[in-house]
């Protein structure tokens, strides 16, 4: 039998690009063997860009192929279909005890999702990404079928498809290595930085040091001021006389309605409330006891927060810059978004550890900076090509999975194991029948 495809416009969660594909929504696992070759994996839609997209082709959505296969209660390996969510394990699995060994901002992405874009969070200076908890994959190949890959077993095929977007085929299961917790609570520790120097030297000292650490960016403070941020350290509390807590939820707390008229999101609105987040959480200097959900995921507990940039969406720009670099790149970078009063209410810095094995996979070691930029069309578009200069110039690299906008010769200096890439690619499918909307735009298929 021959599954239905439907027609409709889909996009990333910045809502920018919006493109026509056909979809695909298999009930049964056995339905994989019988897609066609040519047709893209989509999760939860949670990639920013067009990684997720196929213009004028297929995606096929995984979401209802999210069964729990086997769990093994004493070691903690869950073996699951790849459309599972980050937001059902933790629900199902924090109350036994076990919590994601590492997570991004969101919980709305699929087992698959996270692998295929090697998922990173607050702990990536400690634990790595989401790969490396990861003992094996079932992979459907267009040119070799179905295969099981590990980081021993068809090695480079594991490798190529961590991090690689879904162009190395369809992820359908896997199993994962999960994190015994004692409890449901974080405690967590606040410091004010007063510029970015301040939050630079909080994410180095060993003495701030915590398992999970961020620092949320005022990108809109300018002169003395510019790159005051809030540094978060936190990790999980493990006595036993704790009061009661939830889990993260599976769905949010409360939606966004509708779309926000265009304007309502500018320099004035996101500086006011820069400004009160900053006071605010500046004064918990003390530690503090925080539930999952606010500490990982805060935006989650909104659902459709997207719509709050209007029709025209939004781009996510994440950036990685070495140690050697990363001050000047990323001031660099404050200071032209702080010039084009680009007003996002949402920017982050972490410090990232060593690169692991994916060939394409985006941590490496240094610091990143992401932030949510409302598009703007042709000026979005300059400011985002004057951010990937500074990014070039001090040896870093763009995430792909929340880029829409990079150029083919700039992928290819951000990303030196492409050839790599390209030679599992070739074993693979190397009728190129898996393309995205990011592999044309890319031009990933005319090679290194």
């Known amino acids: 039998m021959v599954l239905p495809v439907r027609e409709c416009e889909l996009s990333g969660w910045g809502r920018h690009p919006v493109q026509r ?69 933790a629900e199902i699995f924090l109350p036994r005890g076990w919590f994601l060994p590492v997570t991004p901002g969101t919980k709305f992405v699929t087992l698959g999702g996270a692998i295929a874009s ?13 790969s490396a908890h990861v003992a094996w994959i079932e992979l459907f190949t267009p040119a070799l079928g179905r295969l099981t890959c590990s980081p021993e077993e068809h090695p480079e095929i594991f490798w190529a498809t961590v991090g690689g977007q879904g162009l190395t085929g369809i992820i359908g299961a896997m199993a994962l290595q999960l994190k015994p917790v004692s ?8 410091h004010p930085a007063r510029e970015l120097e301040s939050a630079f030297n909080l994410l180095s000292d060993p003495e701030a040091d915590a398992p999970y650490t961020v620092a949320w960016i005022d990108c809109l403070a300018k002169g003395r001021e510019l790159g005051r941020s809030i540094f978060m350290a936190g990790h999980h509390r493990t006595e036993k ?15 966004a309605p ?7 999101l500018n320099s004035l609105t996101v500086r006011a409330f820069n400004g009160v987040y900053y006071r605010r959480n500046g004064r918990k200097r003390f530690p503090f006891l925080s539930a999952m959900d606010p500490f990982f995921y805060p935006l989650d507990m909104v659902g459709h927060w997207n719509r709050i940039y209007g029709r025209r ?13 990363a001050f000047e790149g990323v001031k660099a970078q404050l200071e032209e978004i702080s010039a084009a009063e680009a007003a996002s209410f949402l920017a982050v810095l972490k410090r990232l550890g060593a690169a692991g094995p994916g060939h394409l996979s985006f941590p490496t070691e240094g610091y990143t900076l992401a932030l949510d930029l409302p598009y703007r069309g042709p000026e979005t578009e300059a400011l985002l090509k004057r951010l990937d200069a500074i990014v070039l110039k001090g040896g870093g690299r763009v995430n792909l999975c929340k880029d829409a906008h990079l150029s083919p010769e700039s992928f290819r200096a951000m990303y030196p194991r492409f050839e790599e890439w390209l030679g599992v690619k070739a074993q693979v499918d190397p009728e190129w029948m898996l393309q995205s909307s990011l592999s044309r735009r890319l031009r990933m298929k005319e090679g290194a």
């Not at 509708?258 to 309502?264: K, Q, V």
């Open 21 to 89: 594909c056909g979809v695909l929504r298999p009930d049964r696992y056995g339905d994989l063997s019988r897609i066609e070759a040519d047709t893209l994996p989509r999760g939860l839609g949670r990639s920013y860009g067009d990684s997720s997209l196929n213009q004028g082709g297929r995606v096929v959505e995984m979401t209802r192929l999210n069964r729990i296969l086997e769990f093994d209660e004493t070691l903690g390996i869950l073996v699951a279909e790849a459309g599972l969510s980050l937001a059902e394990v």
């Open 118 to 130: 090697d998922v990173h969070g607050k702990n990536h200076h400690g634990e790595g990404c989401f």
């Open 183 to 190: 409890s449901l609570w974080m405690e967590v520790t606040h």
């Open 241 to 255: 006389n704790l009061p009661p807590a939830k889990a993260p939820r599976s769905k949010p707390l409360i939606q």
């Open 258 to 264: 509708f779309n926000f008229p265009s304007g309502c």
């Open 313 to 325: 969406g939004f781009v996510q720009y994440q950036s990685v810059l070495p140690p050697g670099t």
